[in-house]
């Protein structure tokens, strides 16, 4: 029965974030058509509402194309192997009925972001083309100096919270936010967000000029279609985590999805404000500005903890 029970809500689960991340798409061209002063998509179904599925059908049912060349039995996996990884992440979200809520859902979610580093590195390199060779390794060194910063702030809350599990946010959140508490902190978190997902201003894997479309640039019908809804599945999945992290993490009320919806608007909002970044800054500003911001926030909770600590005793 408890495995039938965990097998229905993987199941749930998974159909939920595919139908979210349909509507992500939809929003994201709504915002962004707006932002440059022209319509989105308007024609198919009630102001385009039906875009994101009949995309899908197109993409699904187009003919997949291999290279010659390509290293083929990679090449076809690691856009599955994404798009497996970006869902599996969800299992630390704390559920109502507590099958997944496990103890050490931050370190599963450390493992999982590791993880996708090699899917990318090898769609971009089993492709056997220069361009997508070139887009992964840009893409695998941003994000490899991104989840330093991410790993530093998780593991100051961590020292905070006093344990692994995300029901520990929502506990201590109840009667102040984390985002009161540690603001400079949600602002590195935000960018690192951006930075891990490839999205603008850090959307170095897909230099149009130089690179065309950077790793994925071989792919096309359903591996591009699953390498796409792997990435906003992850920009779904940190809108979550940000909400839990810093925004009272109520993860049972309806305020919660507007609180997640909220993020996700952010995340679009900067990809139709900001021009890209150049890539030498953006390693300057993970290694040399985040990385000291992480490190002193990781030294004062951790001294703060032992303070409180040693009063208690």
């Given at each position: 029965m408890i495995l039938f029970l965990f097998l229905m809500e993987s199941i749930i689960m998974f159909i939920s974030v595919l139908v979210g991340v349909a509507f992500l798409t939809l929003l994201e061209r709504k915002v962004l058509g707006y932002i440059q002063i022209r319509k989105g998509p308007n024609k198919v179904g009630y102001c385009g509402i039906i875009q994101p599925f009949s995309d899908a059908i197109k993409l699904f049912n187009k003919e997949q194309t291999f290279?010659?060349?390509?290293?083929?039995?990679?090449?076809?996996?690691?856009?599955?192997f994404s798009l497996f990884l970006s869902l599996f992440l969800w299992v630390i979200m704390p559920f109502y009925f507590g099958l997944f809520s496990f103890n050490l859902g931050l370190l599963f979610f450390l493992c999982c972001t590791s993880m996708g580093v090699y899917t990318v590195m090898i769609a971009g390199w089993s492709s056997n083309s220069l361009y997508a060779l070139l887009g992964g390794?840009?893409?695998?060194?941003?994000?490899?100096?991104?989840?330093?910063?991410?790993?530093?702030?998780?593991m100051s809350f961590i020292f905070m919270a006093g344990g692994y599990s995300c029901?520990?946010?929502?506990?201590?959140?109840?009667?102040?936010?984390?985002?009161?508490?540690?603001?400079?902190?949600?602002?590195?978190?935000?960018?690192?967000?951006?930075?891990?997902t490839n999205r603008t201003p850090f959307d170095f894997a897909e230099g149009e000029s130089e690179l065309v479309s950077g790793f994925n640039v071989e792919y096309s019908s359903g591996g591009f279609a699953l390498i796409?809804?792997?990435?906003?599945?992850?920009?779904?999945?940190?809108?979550?985590?940000?909400?839990?992290?810093?925004?009272?993490?109520?993860?049972?009320?309806f305020v919660f999805v507007f609180k997640l919806v909220l993020v996700s608007f952010a995340f679009i909002w900067v990809r139709g404000t900001l021009p890209r970044y150049r890539y030498d800054k953006l390693m300057y500003l993970a290694w040399k500005s985040f990385l000291p911001i992480s490190l002193n926030y990781l030294v004062f909770f951790g001294g703060l903890k032992i303070l409180i600590l040693s009063f208690l005793i």
């Amino acid at each position: 029965m408890i495995l039938f029970l965990f097998l229905m809500e993987s199941i749930i689960m998974f159909i939920s974030v595919l139908v979210g991340v349909a509507f992500l798409t939809l929003l994201e061209r709504k915002v962004l058509g707006y932002i440059q002063i022209r319509k989105g998509p308007n024609k198919v179904g009630y102001c385009g509402i039906i875009q994101p599925f009949s995309d899908a059908i197109k993409l699904f049912n187009k003919e997949q194309t291999f290279p010659m060349t390509s290293n083929y039995l990679p090449y076809y996996l690691s856009p599955i192997f994404s798009l497996f990884l970006s869902l599996f992440l969800w299992v630390i979200m704390p559920f109502y009925f507590g099958l997944f809520s496990f103890n050490l859902g931050l370190l599963f979610f450390l493992c999982c972001t590791s993880m996708g580093v090699y899917t990318v590195m090898i769609a971009g390199w089993s492709s056997n083309s220069l361009y997508a060779l070139l887009g992964g390794l840009r893409a695998v060194s941003q994000t490899i100096s991104y989840e330093v910063s991410l790993s530093l702030i998780l593991m100051s809350f961590i020292f905070m919270a006093g344990g692994y599990s995300c029901d520990l946010f929502i506990k201590y959140q109840y009667f102040c936010w984390f985002l009161f508490i540690s603001f400079p902190l949600m602002i590195v978190w935000f960018a690192s967000c951006l930075a891990e997902t490839n999205r603008t201003p850090f959307d170095f894997a897909e230099g149009e000029s130089e690179l065309v479309s950077g790793f994925n640039v071989e792919y096309s019908s359903g591996g591009f279609a699953l390498i796409f809804m792997a990435e906003y599945s992850s920009i779904l999945f940190m809108s979550m985590f940000f909400v839990v992290m810093f925004l009272g993490g109520d993860v049972y009320s309806f305020v919660f999805v507007f609180k997640l919806v909220l993020v996700s608007f952010a995340f679009i909002w900067v990809r139709g404000t900001l021009p890209r970044y150049r890539y030498d800054k953006l390693m300057y500003l993970a290694w040399k500005s985040f990385l000291p911001i992480s490190l002193n926030y990781l030294v004062f909770f951790g001294g703060l903890k032992i303070l409180i600590l040693s009063f208690l005793i």
